[in-house]
């Protein structure tokens, strides 16, 4: 009973008004693997190159989560990007993207990787990600990440990797951007008329939303004081999110699973930004993420209150 | 046992994706005490011109709303606003913007008004809602609004009333620009340490937030298929809000209480933002208002679920 994740594996470079780093361990992959292990057994698959480092290796590995699928080309270079911040971190600028061993990445996944129950897609070409639908035929639930470009420029292999997929979680310009639609519930519905039975809305500082055919729930960020680089949360909150997911996966989809993995999703992601890369993550205290699980419970919670309405 | 909300009652000229009006009952105090009035009696305060009609003024009076201090100003023109929005609604430009009677008001409250419980100090020049905090000193729970031109051309005065209120209500980017902080949290908390208890950040399509030294609660907009006007919204809020807050006056300004408050701003601003202007509040239903509050109830609830994490 395993997640499989296929998805970058990178170094960024990141600019925030809190400070520099000029070479960390990112990728979209990587922090899925990392908050997705906190729930469950996690096979990552991406290509490195032959810069990357033994002990970056190691963080892949945290919590158990497998690397026989991560391949090291000989004489590539791992995927690189570069940004930068604006001063409240809700703007940023891709300053450099190296594809690198992206470039003629083809996955080729182990058996085992093939076997999982639970299957992750995360943002790379929607081509690539077909492909690994395809080898992973039974998985029981599929989770999909896509950008503005493949919107752009791959626009009917992405809508037809959305027909294949259980789940769809994008930013909400993405959504509007995808169909056409402004508002977010009518764009949400047109999505859950191409496959999907889940749609989750990646809203930043505002936290996210769940949209199925019968239903809606939305969490709010976790409140913190000081965001030092969001760089991941979206990966961070879709490895919370879907772990909880494939923790629950012999009982079926409900709604009471999808709105706790809301929960752990937004309390995992809230340590990703605390900390630059994967810092935050990587040695997260569990009895910390359940706290931060329980404060969300209460941050949105009210007891209702009788009071005459007038006519 | 009334409030008394002071602000701009207006002729607004709107254009959004989805049509025109040329002009329509609209301003700050109109849209709050349309809201209020479902939970609470209300005084308005504000001036109008010699072109104000009689059902506009029958409008106001919607649910018992007392107009006595309604000035309206011998030659004088009402307050108007022109604006269009944006095709997802998240933008608007002003066009035009004539302050008409506005220009020369200074706020004469009734002694009825003075004597309200709660006061709405809605979104006019900060020295202007100082002369009107000074006339209501009993009230036991005072809420203000203000927007980004005061924070720029008048912040010593702003500064110097929201030392003077309970609760300021202010959008998400007026809380930063006003602190200088980018992030929310401590930007209410450097509000709450000058003198209100409430900070509520108003999100737009996101929802609110409420902030308190100890607590912090949120709950998303209301989720519709179609927004069609959000001219308003924020009073409405505010309306709700506040309407609810004295409907339990007199047990104190406790969380539960807060929290259901920020439930029916919500509920009810939801449903001006379907119509034009004040067509979806004059007449709204009570059990409609009531079943809203139920779904917000639902929407941001979750059963926890027990499961095992990984350290």
Chains 1, 2 share one sequence.
């Not at 960024?12 to 997705?36: C, S, W, Y």
């Not at 998985?139 to 027909?163: H, Y």
């Not at 055919?213 to 969001?230: G, N, Q, R, S, T």
């Not at 993550?281 to 359940?290: F, L, S, T």
Request: a negative charge; glycine letters at 10%.
């Amino acid at each position: 009973m395993t997640i499989t994740v296929v998805g970058s594996i990178a170094y960024d470079a990141v600019e925030t008004p809190f400070g520099v780093r000029e070479r960390m361990l990112g990728g979209a992959a990587t922090h899925f693997a990392l908050a997705a292990s906190v729930l469950h057994d996690v096979r990552l698959v991406g290509p490195v190159g032959d810069d990357f480092g033994d002990a970056d290796l190691a963080v892949l590995q945290t919590r158990g989560s497998n690397i026989d699928d991560v391949e090291r080309v000989a004489g590539g270079k791992t995927f690189f990007w570069k940004g930068k911040y604006g001063w409240d971190l809700n703007t940023r600028e891709t300053l450099d993207t190296q594809l690198n061993v992206f470039e003629h990445f083809a996955p080729k996944l182990s058996q085992a990787s093939r076997d999982c129950d639970v299957l992750f897609l995360a943002n790379i070409q929607p081509g690539l990600q077909l492909q690994v639908r395809e080898q992973c035929a039974q998985a029981q639930f599929v989770a999909l990440d896509s950008m503005n470009l493949w919107i752009d420029i791959a626009r009917d292999e992405l809508l037809e990797i959305i027909g294949r997929v259980d789940c769809l979680m994008l930013n909400d310009e993405e959504l509007r951007q995808l169909t056409g639609k402004p508002n977010l519930i009518s764009a949400a519905h047109d999505i859950l008329g191409w496959g999907p039975t889940v749609v989750v809305a990646k809203q930043g500082e505002y936290g996210s939303s769940l949209i199925t055919k019968d239903d809606f729930f939305a969490l709010p960020a976790y409140p913190l004081h000081e965001v030092i680089d969001p760089t991941g949360a979206g990966d961070t909150f879709a490895g919370g999110f879907v772990g909880f997911i494939a923790s629950q996966i012999g009982g079926g989809v409900t709604t009471p699973v999808l709105r706790n993995a809301m929960a752990y999703g937004t309390a995992i992601a809230s340590f990703n930004v605390e900390q630059f890369g994967t810092e935050g993550v990587v040695d997260v205290d569990v009895a910390a993420v359940r706290q931060r699980v329980d404060d969300l419970y209460a941050f949105a919670h009210f007891e209702p209150i009788d009071v005459a309405l007038r006519a």
